[in-house]
């Protein structure tokens, strides 16, 4: 998932959208749920690192975002990020708890800033402008963005979308729209991934732009293989992160960042990554 940076009114105007984030929000789900509920009680895991709920490393999320983060057929959250933060939880002698809120919220910094989880894990693209708000780890997945569209259309990039006048949609706050609005489009924006990809079976939209790894995952259905298909693939040079509250505890970001470190050394990630998606780092296409 997936903004740029401002001039200094610029970013009081932001600070005000952020404290009304926050009073709206009251720091809860928006469209989503708490799969367990985070405290402000505080608590320190092994380490030293401060926690928001005793043993406790709570993860805020926005579900579904398959492979990434999405419940299992038990109802279990599960997913490539689940597995990431849950080898840090493991390294500082903690449970991961997750938190699904709204992806608006996460990106803004809200969550994190009001105690509402530790960390942030949702396929989030780290930006300029994000990190005027959110300390980020450093870079865990790299990320690029593609065209899913019904089959039939002809259409091949986004220069063929725009020339055959197909209606595009595109997932709200994300890089994915980012990008395709720098590309003069105007495209139909909802508000999570499901409801997208909703939208592209009901011809509501005729090709829709989302992370590379979502459209292999959906395209795995036999439902969806038979009636869509990848057009393009757009590398936008994008990379996820780990998002933790801005002026983040030192002693957490270190421990995300050696323990991201340390699995990319020991075989720990590729084990992971060929577990969600089938295929090992920079294989994906």
């Given at each position: 998932?997936?903004?740029?940076?401002?001039?200094?009114?610029?970013?009081?105007?932001?600070?005000?959208?952020?404290?009304?984030?926050?009073?709206?929000?009251?720091?809860?789900?928006?469209?989503?749920?708490?799969?367990?509920?985070?405290?402000?009680?505080?608590?320190?895991?092994?380490?030293?690192?401060?926690?928001?709920?005793?043993?406790?490393?709570?993860?805020?999320?926005?579900?579904?975002?398959?492979?990434?983060?999405?419940?299992?057929?038990?109802?279990?959250?599960?997913?490539?990020?689940?597995?990431?933060?849950?080898?840090?939880?493991?390294?500082?002698?903690?449970?991961?708890?997750?938190?699904?809120?709204?992806?608006?919220?996460?990106?803004?910094?809200?969550?994190?800033?009001?105690?509402?989880?530790?960390?942030?894990?949702?396929?989030?693209?780290?930006?300029?402008?994000?990190?005027?708000?959110?300390?980020?780890?450093?870079?865990?997945?790299?990320?690029?963005?593609?065209?899913?569209?019904?089959?039939?259309?002809?259409?091949?990039?986004?220069?063929?979308?725009?020339?055959?006048?197909?209606?595009?949609?595109?997932?709200?706050?994300?890089?994915?729209?980012?990008?395709?609005?720098?590309?003069?489009?105007?495209?139909?924006?909802?508000?999570d991934s499901s409801k997208e990809l909703l939208?592209?079976?009901?011809?509501?939209?005729?090709?829709?732009?989302?992370?590379?790894?979502?459209?292999?995952?959906?395209l795995k259905k036999p439902e969806i293989a038979?009636?869509?298909?990848?057009?393009?693939?757009?590398?936008?040079?994008?990379?996820?992160?780990?998002?933790?509250?801005?002026?983040?505890?030192?002693?957490?970001?270190?421990?995300?960042?050696?323990?991201?470190?340390?699995?990319?050394?020991?075989?720990?990630?590729?084990?992971?990554?060929?577990?969600?998606?089938?295929?090992?780092?920079?294989?994906?296409?």
């Amino acid at each position: 998932m997936a903004l740029w940076p401002r001039s200094s009114r610029g970013q009081a105007i932001g600070a005000l959208a952020l404290t009304a984030v926050l009073a709206l929000s009251g720091c809860g789900g928006g469209s989503g749920s708490s799969s367990t509920s985070a405290t402000t009680g505080g608590g320190t895991a092994a380490g030293g690192a401060k926690l928001v709920t005793p043993g406790k490393l709570t993860t805020c999320t926005n579900i579904p975002y398959e492979p990434f983060q999405f419940k299992d057929a038990s109802g279990k959250v599960v997913g490539f990020d689940v597995d990431i933060v849950d080898l840090v939880a493991k390294k500082l002698g903690v449970q991961q708890q997750i938190v699904d809120i709204d992806f608006a919220v996460i990106k803004s910094g809200a969550a994190m800033a009001t105690g509402k989880c530790d960390v942030a894990a949702a396929g989030m693209t780290i930006t300029p402008e994000r990190k005027q708000n959110i300390t980020f780890s450093e870079p865990y997945f790299d990320a690029t963005q593609a065209l899913l569209a019904k089959k039939g259309t002809g259409a091949k990039s986004l220069e063929d979308v725009k020339a055959k006048g197909l209606k595009l949609g595109a997932q709200a706050s994300t890089t994915g729209l980012d990008y395709v609005k720098k590309h003069g489009f105007d495209p139909t924006e909802y508000a999570d991934s499901s409801k997208e990809l909703l939208a592209l079976q009901a011809g509501q939209a005729d090709v829709i732009v989302q992370d590379l790894p979502v459209v292999l995952t959906w395209l795995k259905k036999p439902e969806i293989a038979d009636k869509f298909e990848l057009i393009a693939s757009l590398d936008t040079g994008e990379q996820y992160g780990i998002g933790l509250k801005k002026n983040a505890d030192p002693v957490l970001l270190k421990t995300i960042n050696d323990t991201i470190t340390q699995a990319k050394a020991d075989g720990t990630y590729e084990k992971i990554f060929v577990k969600w998606f089938g295929k090992k780092p920079g294989e994906l296409s």
